[in-house]
């Protein structure tokens, strides 16, 4: 290695590192405060590693937040049927997006990519007032529902991959005997797993934190999701309590950073739609 | 075995606002017998790729007839057609085993269990899938380039379909590979006995396999004929183009009347001489004599110069390249106006580079094509060489 790639690794590296802890910093502090006294959490200068660590805070915040469990179970299960939802439809629009040949297939998937473009605050009262039409309103229909009319980004991500798969493949199965459902249940699934989890993934985490959705559509507290449930802790007349805040947000949040960090090789192969080869 | 039947087939590609339709197959008429190896040949985008997908059923066709066995099909999915077909970059199913791989047309078609496994095995036999490692159970990421065309060949083995279509099987594989295959598909044409389609652009493989081969150009057939046929009688400059390497040597001249014969003269830049006039037989002479005075190309074969003393009638080239191949060697040179190339039995080195040297033609295989539509216009018979083999002896009687 000569002296100016070796002197070029090492600012990348340093450049990367400071910037990998500018990112976990917001992350640490969560962390750190959710084991710290009240007191300790506003104060200046700020302490940074809580010592003896307030392990109690944990099970007051998630008392404090209410049912906890009930909140769980419902993100869960709004999760799953999310990620079913759309990897399932997605899977199937992409298909006829990218190995079909039909009239009008590419101006309808540009109109399909425009509403890539439109922000959820301007459908929001559309949306509402078609849910409310269909009697959804203070249900869970609305929050899982739509997934299975498959979204416009997941459908370009599948898309794209489905596109790089080889042609030939396809007209073998065909020569084989299959139908085009059996083409795309049998050969091309199979194939798409990386991208398909890819898009479970997203799914799953855009899911797991929404908070607005919740928020619109649901009316009762044992709908809530955890997302939602998190805000009784900050609503409280006496302050926020910021230690208890911080403890449940780290249990929000790690299902799906774990979930990241099991799954993150096939996610970022997923990304990088390398399938094949 | 079937007989197969193309019938004014032609192909129009849709256009964009760009770009107009486009002619990819120009009303293909052929018959295939049953049980022939047919090769189509010819330069990338010539169709003949496009002729194979719509015998395939993967192409719509905009009109003619395919016939498969006496069977219209025109309007038939791939899965009735019978046929099996061996894809250029083999197009196995990445997710599935060597075997179901083999297995899955056969799982589709609903065989029982019992016969599809005697099948995979039957051609995992004739195709060493067994020997010296059981391939089997692997999946095709674990297979060499050889391997996975072998398991290509014999998932359109294990279904006996009427036809088999090959689409440029061997292109991905190495030159020492590729002829070990060729040798492969050819046994298995002579085994089976079944009515084979093939599609390369190489024309060794054509050469080398094919009953007949179709020599196809810009969507047209520009001839069908035996391999022999292409070689000693192309029908135009394209087919004599094509077939034989290095490439036929095309010379640029006119038909002279010169001292009561009819000789051929190359035609030179301005202000030079004509350096080459070669003066014609009789015979030949009197076949092209409606075209004295007219503009024509002379064709020779490379190996159909030979190096001689300086001869009034000899061309004089220059040599650019010298390619030692062994057990001859390829010179690469040229004249004042062509390129030319000669492919002599002798082993010569790159000390030939530079210099001049003489070449004589054999008079009895000097092919004449016309400038403007390429057609071969002599007529000339080219006597075939056939190896001088003893006739083999007859059984002494009462044996």
Known sequence: MNKTSFLHLWVCRILLAGLGLLFSLPFFWMISTSLKPLRETMKMPPVWLPIPPQWQNYPEAMAAMGPFWLYAANSLSLAVLNVLGTVLSSAVVAYGFSRLEWRGRDGLFFVLLMTMMIPFPVVMVPLYGLFRELGWIGTMKPLWAPAFFAGAFNVFLLRQFFLGLPRDLTDAARIDGCSEFRIFWQIILPLARPALLTVALFQFMATWNDFLGPLIFLAREEQYTLALGLQALQSTISGTPWHHLMAASTLVVLPAILLFFFTQKTFLRGIATTGLK | ?399
Request: glycine share 8%; proline share 8%; aromatic share 6%.
């Open chain 2, 1 to 399: 075995m079937a007989k197969v039947i193309l019938e004014e087939l032609s192909k129009v590609f849709p256009g964009t606002k760009e770009q107009g339709s486009k002619v990819a197959v120009d009303q293909v008429s052929l018959e295939i017998a049953s049980g022939e190896f047919v090769v189509l040949v010819g330069s990338s985008g010539c169709g003949k790729t496009t002729v194979l997908r719509m015998i395939a059923g993967l192409e719509e066709i905009s009109s003619g007839v395919i016939r498969i066995g006496g069977r219209r099909v025109n309007d038939l999915p791939p899965k009735d057609r019978d046929i099996a077909m061996v894809f250029q970059n083999y197009a196995l199913y990445p997710h599935m085993t060597v075997s179901r791989n083999m297995s899955f047309g056969l799982e589709m078609r609903g065989f029982p269990k019992e016969e599809i496994r005697r099948r995979v095995e039957g051609a995992a036999q004739t195709l060493g899938l067994l020997q010296p490692d059981n391939l089997l159970p692997r999946k095709p990421k674990a297979l060499s380039g050889g391997q996975r065309q072998r398991v290509a060949l014999g998932r359109a083995l294990v279904r006996e379909p009427q036809v088999f279509l090959f689409d440029e099987p061997l292109s991905n594989l190495d030159a020492r590979m590729r002829v070990e295959m060729r040798a492969e598909i050819s046994r298995l044409h002579h085994q089976l006995g079944s009515t084979m389609i093939y599609v390369t652009h190489d024309q060794t493989e054509a050469m080398t396999m094919a009953d007949r081969i179709v020599v196809m150009s810009e969507g047209r057939v520009q001839q069908i004929g035996t391999p022999e046929d292409l070689y000693y009688q192309p029908a135009n400059r394209f087919v004599a183009g094509f077939i034989g390497s290095p490439t036929m040597n095309f010379f640029h001249g006119v038909l002279l009347k010169t001292q009561g014969a009819l000789a051929f003269a190359e035609t030179c830049p301005a202000g030079k001489t004509p350096v080459w006039t070669l003066r014609l037989n009789p015979e030949l002479a009197a076949r092209l004599a409606d075209r004295t005075g007219q503009p024509i190309v002379l064709g020779i074969r490379p190996e159909h110069l030979t190096p001689d003393s300086p001869k009034p009638s000899s061309l004089e080239i220059e040599v650019d390249l010298v390619e030692p191949m062994g057990a001859e060697t390829f010179l690469y040179g040229h004249t004042a106006r062509h390129k030319c190339a000669c492919r002599v039995t002798a082993y010569e080195t790159k000390e030939l580079e530079g210099k001049k040297i003489h070449l004589s033609p054999d008079y009895e295989r000097l092919l004449f094509f016309d400038p403007d539509n390429g057609h071969e216009v002599s007529g000339t018979k080219i006597p075939r060489i056939k190896l001088p083999l003893p006739v083999p002896h007859r059984k002494p009687p009462g044996l």
